[in-house]
T-cell receptor, first 114, second 114 residues
């Protein structure tokens, strides 16, 4: 039962343009959402998060948008840089963020072309 | 430098053999986790431990075993009962409670059955 889905396995964008990575979830009890970034041969690293009480969170070039009614979140990277090329995982947890109930999507491989 | 160390990076196992993956953290985190990553799938939780000498099964615990004798260490044994053990294994840790930064991951171990 995949509660968090990233339907695009890959995305390719030109340097300087916007990258939009999408994530859908099915469990309406999720109340906290995170994005992780993973380079080859490394573990995922935390990128940005958003609580369900917000609909947007921004950190530099990275912005996460949450649409609770659609059970959808997206990660925007503007402008995209070649160093952003990595696999991005969406994760969700809740209710009352608990250590053991985080669910991950399958990941989207982003390639930023110079 | 604080972090999580997984060893070995690559591991080959013959069918019918047990093998143990190491995970050590010096972050003083209470909670530790083991995930499995397969192509096209999200990270799936195998086992987790929120405190020393206690651990719980995750979604796909069959064929695996763990121990948590020390706070810093959470080794995972892949037993011969695991039907399809070839995968990428990730260990993670967390301070516990409501952590807005999610988990800290190790670099992973790629296990191949030959």
């Amino acid at each position: 039962d995949q509660q968090v889905k990233q339907n695009s396995p890959s995305l390719s964008v030109q340097e300087g343009r916007i990258s939009i990575l999408n994530c859908d979830y099915t469990n309406s009890m999720f109340d906290y959402f995170l994005w992780y970034k993973k380079y080859p041969a490394e573990g995922p690293t935390f990128l940005i998060s958003i609580s369900s009480i917000k609909d947007k969170n921004e950190d530099g070039r990275f912005t996460v948008f949450l649409n609770k009614s659609a059970k959808h979140l997206s990660l925007h990277i503007v402008p995209s840089q070649p160093g952003d090329s990595a696999v991005y995982f969406c994760a969700a947890s809740g209710p009352y963020y608990n250590n053991n109930d985080m669910r991950f999507g399958a990941g989207t491989r982003l390639t930023v072309k110079p | 430098d604080g972090g999580i160390t997984q060893s070995p990076k690559y591991l080959f196992r013959k069918e019918g053999q047990n093998v143990t993956l190491s995970c050590e953290q010096n972050l003083n985190h209470d909670a530790m986790y083991w995930y499995r990553q397969d192509p096209g799938q999200g990270l799936r939780l195998i086992y987790y431990s929120q405190i020393v000498n206690d651990f719980q099964k995750g979604d796909i615990a069959e064929g695996y075993s763990v121990s948590r004798e020390k706070k810093e260490s959470f080794p995972l044994t892949v037993t011969s009962a695991q039907k399809n053990p070839t995968a990428f294994y990730l260990c993670a840790s967390s301070i516990g409670g409501r952590n807005p930064l999610g988990y800290t991951f190790g670099s992973g171990t790629r296990l191949t059955v030959v």
